[in-house]
Antibody, heavy 115, light 107 residues
């Protein structure tokens, strides 16, 4: 059974950093591209970043480019999102999702940016 | 960026009714269109990929279609468990973009 479990969310002050993790199981993690998508409270879905299976290709939304870094450790079956210079508008539930058309999603981890 | 215009924003329908939700792409995206269902407090679940292919485990009352750059999700006989918010996604070109969502409620 494919499982994705995000962690690392929490309350953080504006300007600070946070690192999210997504632990994958039930499939060969190293064979799949992965993604981060976020959802602000009561709002729709916003793609954040994508990384190819071997980390050769990485893409970011303009809203996070230069502040967020997506990475992965295939030996640990884990996807990461390093978030720096956090803003209030980054407050959201952050999901990881598998492959180019997001066939499986984790339950999400909440990030709240507030002083 | 490719814009996905989803309609309607909200929809109220009766049990067993046929429901249709549409997404209009701002340019050609081929069949790179997926549909998701999000129930309250849950993460989105893939329903349709490749515009018309049913994801594993999804009831056959769900179907997807394409006409040019307009894509539709049809629920043939609405069930109570179908209540939620539906999103389309284009994955033809970066950045992937979602429609604004359709909130489906029971009448």
């Amino acid at each position: 059974e494919v499982q994705l479990v995000e962690s690392g969310g929490g309350l953080v002050q504006p300007g600070r950093s946070l690192k999210l993790s997504c632990l994958a199981s039930g499939f060969t993690f190293s064979n799949y591209g992965m993604n981060w998508i976020r959802q602000a409270p009561g709002k729709g879905l916003e793609w954040v970043a994508s990384i190819s299976s071997s980390s050769s290709y990485i893409y970011y939304a303009d809203t996070v480019k230069g502040r967020f870094t997506i990475s992965r450790d295939n030996a640990k079956n884990t996807l990461y999102l390093q978030m720096t210079s956090l803003r209030s508008e980054d407050t959201a539930l952050y999901y990881c999702a598998r492959r180019g058309y997001f066939d499986f999603w984790g339950p999400g981890t909440m990030v709240t940016v507030s002083s | 960026d490719i814009q996905m215009t989803q309609s309607p924003a909200s929809l109220s329908a009766s049990l067993e009714e046929i429901v249709t939700i549409t997404c209009q792409a701002s340019q050609d995206i081929g069949n790179w269109l997926s549909w998701y269902q999000q129930k309250p407090g849950k993460s989105p679940q893939l329903l349709i990929y490749g515009a018309t292919s049913l994801a594993d485990g999804v009831p056959s009352r769900f179907s997807g279609s394409r006409s040019g750059t307009q894509y539709s999700l049809k629920i043939s006989r609405l069930q109570v468990e179908d209540i939620g918010i539906y999103y389309c996604l284009q994955a033809y070109s970066a950045p992937p973009t979602f429609g604004g969502g359709t909130k489906l409620e029971l009448k």
